[in-house]
């Protein structure tokens, strides 16, 4: 949650000229298997290899100008803070994720979680 103005700020339609790190002030932090860096600010982040990119058709078939991008996890960081008993304690962090319409969001907090075990 405390990186979501940013996090918007770099969402901006830009040219590849544009640094979004710049956009969003964020500092930029050298990965462990991959090129690009990773934000420092980020309680959590994934270091992923490109797997496949997929341009997405609408149910006419028509191409979209929206592509899905598939990639592989190679390194994982995630702030001690966060781990609990060896288990990354998801609330914690507050992420938030989109929730429909232009700009509508959630932020997952420890009071919405609730346990469902799957069924053996």
């Not at 702030?79 to 959630?106: C, E, H, N, S, W």
Request: glycine residues 6%; negative net charge.
């Amino acid at each position: 949650m405390e990186l979501a103005q940013a996090m918007n700020a770099t969402a901006a339609t830009v040219s590849r000229e544009v640094d979004e790190f710049e956009l969003g002030k964020l500092t930029k932090v050298a990965s462990t298997k991959v090129a690009p860096p990773r934000v420092g600010e980020s309680p959590v982040a994934f270091e992923c290899k490109l797997s496949e990119i997929i341009r997405l058709k609408g149910a006419d078939g028509v191409e979209a100008e929206a592509w899905l991008t598939i990639g592989e996890v190679v390194a994982v960081h995630i702030d001690k803070r966060l781990i609990k008993d060896g288990v990354y304690q998801t609330a914690m962090a507050q992420p938030i994720l989109r929730a429909g319409r232009r700009g509508d969001y959630f932020v997952i907090r420890e009071e919405a979680m609730f346990d469902m075990p799957r069924p053996a």
